[in-house]
């Protein structure tokens, strides 16, 4: 008899409500503030930007939130994704540790991100909202929006940060593909886009610039409203759908993961895997070790301060308390795109503040060497960005082995890497190298943080 190797939950098995953690956080994470008065934010300052229901869901205390039985049923169609056995990494490596991973990369677009663009495409559209601007990195939030927007007849324009406009035309093809308006960023569209153009024609561009034209368009049209993919407590609370499914299906499969292990870029797939599993603890459950993996070159959790501060660097946003490597901060180019952003979430910020949590931050070559094992054991190859949760699990299986320990690890696969092969390319060619961020530049980042006395 084979041992078993992919968990399949049956359709009417797939959660019908989200898991909001902060029902129950040991303390309530810091307030979000206005950036001119520095007073707690309401639900109508952000109103111009998002619709209401997506509102009361960013402030929400409730355990769970009903998903909509409309958004379920996109859901369906890739959804309940598979947990794996990864029998084969396990033996390339010789580790007594059970590895499982969830997979994203079954959706449409690649990646988890289609789980809380169907639900923001979905309450837009029911609130009669026809346009959504937004920004990418890596593309995969841009195809993933235009892809739902695609199904919920909302036109998309996405700001792409201009270097991955440059490298990742198919990506751009695929935007296109749904129906959605690509422009590189920094543009010439916007009056922030514009300044930055101004003291540099040629900036390559940054998520923190993308989301200040994406913002601004927004504030600017009435008939416009701005969707994120990351960092905000609504799109950590969709992403949840990921962590309830794994917990079912570790059930079946007669095991309970130790460690659960997610990269992090804005903290999103992190919080979709891991937050569901802390909910377990928080309610008096066993206490399992939580990884946050995030690359070296822009390492905001174990390198960053935890102070309030701009999501975007026009400073359109209001204040968030995040640990933050400066809202001015440009990474250098790696390539996990989806990880070169300056802030984290709010909640996952918070959760390290805790202690509830680890951080790990590993360079772009050994990512990519654990992502190229993992190809040739499991076959799947994946994003530049889930490379960094492979090598964590990587990593703590080796240790598992060290200490002849068979302890069970989940880790989240949050997206394949079809579209960014040309980053595999070169690192086969050797021409991959780990870029240490510019200290000075982190320096002065952090020096011009806002003041907020407490
Ligand atoms: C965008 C992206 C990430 C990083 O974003 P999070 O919000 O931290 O999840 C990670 N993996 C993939 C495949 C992505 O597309």
């Known amino acids: 008899m084979t041992a078993q190797t992919k968990f399949f939950l049956d359709e009417s098995r797939m959660p019908k409500h989200w898991y909001n953690i902060v029902a129950d956080l040991p303390a309530p994470p810091p307030p979000v503030l206005h950036p001119g008065t520095k007073q ?12 209401m229901e997506l509102i009361m869901q960013e402030v929400s205390a409730e355990r769970e939130v009903p998903i909509p039985e409309p958004v379920r049923d996109v859901f369906r169609l890739w959804r309940p994704s598979p947990l794996v056995r990864a029998h084969r990494l396990e033996k390339v490596l010789g580790t007594p540790a059970k590895i499982y991973y969830k997979y994203e990369g079954v959706s449409p677009a690649g990646s988890h991100k289609p789980n809380t663009a169907i639900a923001q495409a979905w309450y837009n559209q029911q609130a009669g909202i026809k346009k959504i601007s937004t920004e990418t990195g890596a593309g995969q939030w841009g195809s ?7 199904l919920f007849g909302i036109e998309v324009k996405v700001f792409q940060v201009r270097i991955s406009y440059d490298q990742k035309p198919y990506r751009r093809a695929l935007m296109e593909t749904y129906g959605a308006t690509c422009v590189a960023s920094p543009s010439n569209e916007t009056n922030s886009g514009r300044a930055i ?52 299906q570790l059930e079946m499969a007669g095991d309970d993961p130790d460690i659960v292990i997610g990269c992090t870029g804005g903290g999103s797939n992190f919080a979709g895997i891991a937050f569901p599993f802390l909910g377990l603890q928080l309610r008096g459950g066993r206490k399992r070790r939580i990884i946050a993996v995030e690359p070296a070159g822009c390492p905001s959790l174990t390198r960053g301060k935890y102070a309030y501060d701009f999501g975007d660097t026009a ?42 949590i680890e951080a790990v931050a590993f360079h772009q070559t050994q990512c990519f060497q654990a992502g190229v094992q993992f190809a040739r054991a499991e076959g799947i190859v994946p994003a530049p960005e889930a490379n960094h949760a492979v090598l964590g699990a990587i990593t703590e299986a080796m240790r598992c082995k060290a200490e002849g320990r068979s302890e069970v690890i989940l880790f989240n696969l949050s997206g394949h890497g079809h579209f960014d092969m040309s980053s595999y390319s070169a690192y086969m060619a050797g021409k991959l190298i780990d870029m240490p961020y510019d200290e000075s530049e982190l320096a002065m980042a952090l020096s011009g943080l806002p003041s907020v006395t407490a």
């Not at 927004?218 to 409203?225: L, M, S, V």
């Not at 204040?319 to 440009?330: E, P």
């Open 197 to 248: 153009l101004a003291k540099d024609p040629n900036h390559p561009g940054s998520l923190g610039i993308a989301i200040s034209e994406a913002v601004e368009v927004a504030a600017t049209n009435d008939d416009t409203k701005y969707a994120l993919g990351s960092v905000l407590n609504h799109v950590l609370l969709h992403q949840t759908i990921i962590g309830q499914e794994a917990i079912q």
């Open 40 to 51: 707690p934010v309401g639900p109508d300052d952000l109103a111009p930007l998002f619709p």
């Open 144 to 150: 993933s929006l235009a892809f739902a927007g695609a």
């Open 315 to 356: 400073h359109l946003t209001p204040l968030t308390k995040m640990h933050t490597l400066g809202s001015t901060f440009t990474p250098p180019g790696f390539h996990a795109g989806g990880l070169r952003y300056h802030g984290m979430a709010p909640l996952v910020s918070h959760l390290k503040e805790l202690g509830l």
